[in-house]
Nanobody, 119 residues
Framework: QLVESGGGLVQAGGSLRLSCAAS????????MGWYRQVPGKQRELVAS???????NYADSVKGRFTISRDNAKNTVYLQMNSLKPEDTAVYYC???????????????WGQGTQVTVSL
């Protein structure tokens, strides 16, 4: 399973750091990433990172957000700086791999954590 932490309320211009730890019968983890969703809109990719460390960002967060991972801890992080009110959303962690033992390849999702950025 994936468990996120680090969401909360912050003023515009502030920073937050999200964490997501994978646990259980992990056989393999390939890409990990963060999506976000606001009510009435589709879930959108924020950032992703491969097991080798290659990263990809949505244009709207480039230069402000940084994704990283600790493979030894099966954990992915999202450092969010210079936050804007439009970053307000529920942020979901995702991982692609076999997180429930051999043969369980798929996409796994966390329960989501709320990030609210006020003016």
């Amino acid at each position: 399973q994936l468990v996120e932490s680090g969401g909360g309320l912050v003023q515009a211009g502030g920073s937050l750091r999200l964490s997501c730890a994978a646990s259980g019968r992990i056989f393999s983890i390939n890409a990990m990433g963060w999506y976000r969703q606001v009510p009435g809109k589709q879930r959108e990719l924020v950032a992703s990172i491969t097991s080798g460390g290659s990263t990809n960002y949505a244009d709207s967060v480039k230069g402000r957000f940084t994704i990283s991972r600790d493979n030894a801890k099966n954990t992915v992080y999202l450092q969010m700086n210079s936050l804007k009110p439009e970053d307000t959303a529920v942020y979901y962690c995702t991982a692609r791999g076999a997180l429930a033992g051999w043969g369980t390849e798929g996409d796994y999702w966390g329960q989501g954590t709320q990030v609210t950025v006020s003016l």
